[in-house]
T-cell receptor, first 114, second 115 residues
Framework: DSGVTQTPKHLITATGQRVTLRCSPRSGDLSVYWYQQSLDQGLQFLIQYYNGEERAKGNILERFSAQQFPDLHSELNLSSLELGDSALYFC?????????????FGEGSWLTVV | AQTVTQSQPEMSVQEAETVTLSCTYDTSESDYYLFWYKQPPSRQMILVIRQEAYKQQNATENRFSVNFQKAAKSFSLKISDSQLGDAAMYFCAYSPMEYGNKLVFGAGTILRVKS
């Protein structure tokens, strides 16, 4: 158990819909990350927050948005869902947001778009 | 852009034997970090080992060790005394020295352990 908690674990939704994935980082960690794992694109970095502020951005679609709240939990919002958005979405956290800081992953949220 | 290549889609090893998983990366930077993560069937991503590029000494964690060849941009993982619980997908990851702390992952290598 990494200490990173993600909900829901599984989610099935229809195309065009909007979903929110939630993440609680490890106790004491200030930085949160979101990654997407899909069959065709592998593991991709989406976005990083540090203490409520966006720190780095990766291949995150405009239909997707994220935020980190004052209590440090984070949410990833996915809207206008397409079949290709079906993937395992990981949240991860680290103590600081600086390069090389060890990143610990949650168990992921499985999203299926039908 | 930095890229990570794992040229072995799948590897097999007999229980108690040694196996090496390959990883190469492409970067123009001199300072960075490298990681190996394990993803068992449960899909949890588990950190196996990390290496700082400025350290010449190869990292070791119990039965897991790396062979870090900076000039060749190679970062292989050696698993000694393989156990059934080592069966998983293994990902090599690169982390650049830049603002933020992102990981760039390779495509992964499936490791099968035979009893």
């Amino acid at each position: 158990d990494s200490g990173v908690t993600q909900t829901p674990k599984h989610l099935i939704t229809a195309t065009g819909q909007r979903v929110t994935l939630r993440c609680s980082p490890r106790s004491g960690d200030l930085s949160v990350y979101w990654y997407q794992q899909s069959l065709d694109q592998g593991l991709q970095f989406l976005i990083q927050y540090y203490n409520g502020e966006e720190r780095a951005k990766g291949n995150i679609l405009e239909r997707f948005s994220a935020q980190q709240f004052p209590d440090l939990h984070s949410e990833l919002n996915l809207s206008s869902l397409e079949l290709g958005d079906s993937a395992l979405y990981f949240c991860a956290s680290s103590v600081s947001g600086t390069s090389g800081n060890t990143i610990y992953f949650g168990e992921g949220s499985w999203l299926t778009v039908v | 852009a930095q890229t990570v290549t794992q040229s072995q889609p799948e590897m097999s090893v007999q229980e108690a034997e040694t196996v090496t998983l390959s990883c190469t990366y492409d970067t123009s930077e001199s300072d960075y970090y490298l990681f190996w993560y394990k993803q068992p069937p449960s899909r949890q991503m588990i950190l196996v080992i990390r290496q700082e590029a400025y350290k010449q000494q190869n990292a070791t964690e119990n039965r897991f060790s790396v062979n870090f060849q900076k000039a060749a941009k190679s970062f292989s993982l050696k698993i000694s005394d393989s156990q059934l619980g080592d069966a998983a997908m293994y990902f090599c990851a690169y982390s650049p020295m830049e603002y933020g702390n992102k990981l760039v992952f390779g495509a992964g290598t499936i490791l099968r352990v035979k009893s």
